[in-house]
């Protein structure tokens, strides 16, 4: 089966950093994606991780470990328009139109 | 900015009833999905629909449900007789070939909140 694991609340101080963690079992793997949902919004792309290592986009970076099959998400320098749920997701296989699976998400919620 | 389009943006129908949802997504996509959530709930896998036909399904999408490009525009779901189960947000997204894999990065529309009564 496939499963993806995050905390379900973490709370954070604007201009803080904090991380969001998420660790995968999946049948295939493509890739590791994070996306960001305010409430009563869409999921909006965040970043992509198809190799180990970090990838930086402005305040956001995400980060990739195959061989432990985890990955986070670091937002630094919070702002309280940051608060919003957050999930991680995988894209398990390499067919004509990969499907994405969604972790449970993550709620962020930013203290000024 | 190109921008996944759905309609209606909210829907209450009754318990057996057949709903259409629709969607236009972004123009020069090739891959386009449906989603639901429910509410407080995480984002729940459909289907994947490309060069005309279903590539992948979830076991939700049962007999129950259908998915339609009528247009060279239109994608829409089908739910065939609604159940008190079936409320949710149901949201449309497209990707665009050239990724890594198809579907890493997929744009989403701001959804349908189906209510079944």
């Known amino acids: 089966g496939q499963s993806l694991e995050q905390p379900s609340e973490v709370t954070a101080v604007e201009g803080a950093i904090v991380q969001i963690n998420c660790t995968y079992q999946?049948?295939?793997?493509?890739?590791l994606s994070w996306y960001q949902q305010h409430d009563g919004g869409a999921p909006t792309f965040l970043s992509y991780?198809?190799?180990?290592g970090l990838e930086e986009t402005g305040r956001f970076s995400s980060f990739l470990s195959r061989s432990d099959s985890y990955g986070y998400l670091l937002l630094q320098e919070l702002q309280m328009k940051d608060s919003a749920s957050y999930f991680c997701a995988v894209s398990d296989s390499y067919s004509s139109a990969s499907k994405i699976i969604f972790g449970s998400g993550t709620r962020l919620s930013i203290r000024p | 900015e190109p921008e996944v389009t759905q309609t209606p943006s909210h829907q209450v129908t009754q318990m057996g009833q057949e709903v259409i949802l629709r969607c236009v997504p972004i123009s020069n996509h090739l891959y386009f999905y449906w989603y639901r959530q429910i509410l407080g709930q995480k984002v729940e896998f459909l289907v994947s629909?490309?060069?005309?036909?279903?590539?992948?399904k979830s076991e939700i999408f049962d007999d129950q449900f259908s998915v339609e490009r009528p247009d060279g525009s239109n994608f829409t779901l089908k739910i065939r007789s609604t159940k008190l189960e079936d409320s949710a947000m149901y949201f449309c997204?497209?990707?665009?070939?050239?990724?890594?894999?198809?579907?890493?990065?997929?744009?989403f529309g701001q959804g349908t909140r189906l209510t079944v009564v």
């Open positions: 997204a497209s990707s665009y070939p050239g990724q890594v894999a198809p579907g890493t990065e997929a744009f």
């Open positions: 991780n198809g190799l180990d």
């Open positions: 629909f490309y060069n005309n036909e279903i590539s992948e």
């Open positions: 999946t049948s295939g793997f493509y890739g």
